[in-house]
């Protein structure tokens, strides 16, 4: 069965601290999918990166970060120097095979960022 | 610029009434998708289509219907089958391509059902 775990509900960190949002996955495919989607106050969700389960880079985009470890099936996302407007549920997500390509998302985290 | 609209934001309705969700996306995708986000939830998905005339079923299809007569719109109707309609939906779309590809939100319609 596929599943997705984000442990962490909500976090609180202060303004310029950097922070890692955890995400755990299950999948019995050798070739899956991961993602992450910001949804700010909004609502809407913003894709934030995808990743292929043979692409075990780590992936750094400005003061984002990804740690992909197919060893703990996890691949968590660090904000460095967190600012205000990071504030925002992250969800965490997975897609293999046998969901015809559909994505599978986790609980999501709310991040907090105190001025 | 290109993007997915729904609409409306917010939408009212008495129990036992069919409501219609609208979507449309000039983005040029394939698929579009809708979901359902509850309070402290994740995504969950009501329904997805990869092609006009075509949808399928998703985790959580009961109680809704769907239609795409035009690859732009993907409306979504929530019956009165449906027994606890009140959440915040939220439509998707994306390409086709080999792998499962990143999908493009809407902002999503967020119904109350009373």
């Known amino acids: 069965a596929q599943k997705v775990t984000q442990a962490q509900t909500e976090i609180s960190v202060v303004e310029k601290e950097d922070v890692t949002l955890d995400c755990v996955y299950e999948t019995r495919d050798t070739t899956y999918y991961l993602f992450w989607y910001k949804q700010p106050p909004s609502g809407e969700l913003v894709f934030l990166i995808r990743?292929?389960?043979?692409?075990?880079q780590n992936e750094i985009s400005g003061r984002y970060s990804w740690n992909f470890q197919k060893s703990t099936s996890s691949f968590n996302f660090t904000i460095t120097a967190s600012q205000v407007v990071d504030s925002a549920v992250y969800f965490c997500a997975l897609s293999d095979s046998n969901r015809d390509d559909k994505i599978i998302f986790g609980k999501g985290t709310r991040l907090h960022i105190l001025p | 610029d290109g993007g997915i609209t729904q609409s409306p934001k917010y939408l009212f309705r008495k129990e036992g009434q069919n409501v219609t969700l609208s979507c449309e996306q000039n983005l040029n995708h394939d698929a579009m998708y809708w979901y359902r986000q509850d309070p402290g939830q994740g995504l969950r998905l009501i329904y997805y289509s990869q092609i006009v005339n075509d949808f399928q079923k998703g985790d959580i299809a009961e109680g809704y219907s769907v239609s795409r007569e035009k690859k732009e719109s993907f409306p979504l109707t929530v019956t009165s089958a449906q027994k606890n309609p009140t959440a915040f939906y939220l439509c998707a779309s994306s390409i086709i391509r080999t792998g499962p590809m990143e999908q493009y939100f809407g902002p999503g319609t967020r119904l109350t059902v009373t």
């Open positions: 990743r292929n389960s043979f692409d075990e």
